[in-house]
């Protein structure tokens, strides 16, 4: 049964809706999807959908942390969940195969901010010092990734602080420093300190290497037995979650006040500045399997532990055909 849904729909099915990110609400079948994200940037691009909950077949839980979300998938209380990339593939692994990622819902958030606007390049970075937080997570990984990738490797130094509001504050008084940081904290750290600015995009300096991959953040997974059971739902949720992303990137004056009600960032002011530099995007099917596949590789590479121990296996990628 598994195979089955995973090279694609039933010719039934596929003659009453067309799957994929193309931003039509298809039909359903009649049963409310369970959807729980996480509170931040994850959460942005199905800021319609939560909006406009009432008049769909959904219900929507937030969290702020991802093991809650993990817990909740692996006992069933959730369908769908959106949750960060390599988390996916460790909830992959934990239940043994049991959950697909139907899409990829954020690509990079991590900006390089400084004091110093005559960072242009990765390579002005050299004999300068870069602060960040998550030491042992993917901000590391995908900072010491860039470094070796660009020849850095042994000539930036790096350290760590336990809080985003450390580096902001290391940085201002050392304008020759770098810090790592995660939207939407860049936009309210640059919205109280006129003296900081972004000088490097992680993600454009990720596509700038060519390998085929994307910087991920966030991916959106479904149970399985929830997919084969409701392939109808499944299309959907994407076709919706497509619309949303699109109303989010075309309207961020409106979805900021979206943002802001649902409690994801306070204000709707940062949160509208901070919309555009969240790379809100669903990307599915062939595109996401390569984008996300390559990622993982990456972090696998650096800590076979941040994805949960082994690569998960083409059964983790649903692509409908």
């Known amino acids: 049964m598994k195979n089955f849904f995973k090279r694609g729909i ?4 596929i003659l009453m809706i067309l799957t994929g990110c193309s931003g039509k609400t298809a039909a ?38 991802a093991d809650v979300l993990l817990a909740s998938m692996v006992s069933g209380d959730l369908d769908i969940a ?24 954020t690509l990079g958030v991590l900006y390089m901010v400084s004091g110093d606007d005559s960072i242009k390049t990765m390579s002005d970075l050299e004999g300068r010092t870069v602060y960040t937080t998550g030491a042992g997570t993917t901000p590391e990984y995908v900072l010491r990734y860039l470094l070796k990738e660009n020849g850095l490797e042994d000539k930036v130094n790096i350290e760590f602080k336990s809080e985003a509001t450390e580096v902001v504050s290391t940085i201002t008084q050392d304008t020759s420093s770098v810090g790592l940081l995660p939207q939407p904290f860049v ?39 929830f997919i084969e059971e409701h392939p109808q739902a499944v299309a959907a949720f994407l ?3 497509a619309a949303s992303a699109e109303f989010v990137n075309s309207d961020a004056s ?3 006040q979206y943002v802001a009600e649902a409690g994801i960032i306070e204000k709707a002011p940062v949160a509208e500045k901070a919309i555009p530099f969240c790379n809100i995007v669903c990307i599915d099917g062939s595109d996401m399997k390569s984008a996300l596949s390559g990622y993982l590789n990456v972090l696998y590479d650096q800590n076979p532990k941040s994805v949960g121990g082994s690569l ?8 409908a055909e």
Do not use: C
């Not at 039933?10 to 099915?13: D, F, N, T």
């Open 10 to 13: 039933a010719l039934g099915v």
């Open 28 to 65: 359903v079948d009649d049963v409310s999807v369970r959807v729980g994200s996480l509170k931040g940037p994850t959460s942005i691009g199905i800021i319609n959908m939560i909006h406009e909950q009432e008049s769909g077949n959904y219900s929507f839980t937030m969290e702020t942390q």
């Open 82 to 105: 959106l949750v960060p990339a390599n988390v996916a593939s460790v909830l992959y692994n934990k239940t043994e195969g049991k959950v697909s990622v139907i899409d990829i819902n």
């Open 187 to 225: 936009i309210a750290a640059l919205s109280q300190n006129d003296s900081l600015s972004i000088v490097l995009d992680t993600t454009k300096e990720w596509d700038a290497l060519g390998n085929g991959s994307k910087l991920v953040t966030g991916v959106t997974v479904a149970r399985n037995d």
């Open 239 to 241: 076709k919706d979650h």
């Open 254 to 256: 409106t979805a900021a």
């Open 312 to 319: 998960p296996g083409d059964d983790f990628y649903y692509i």
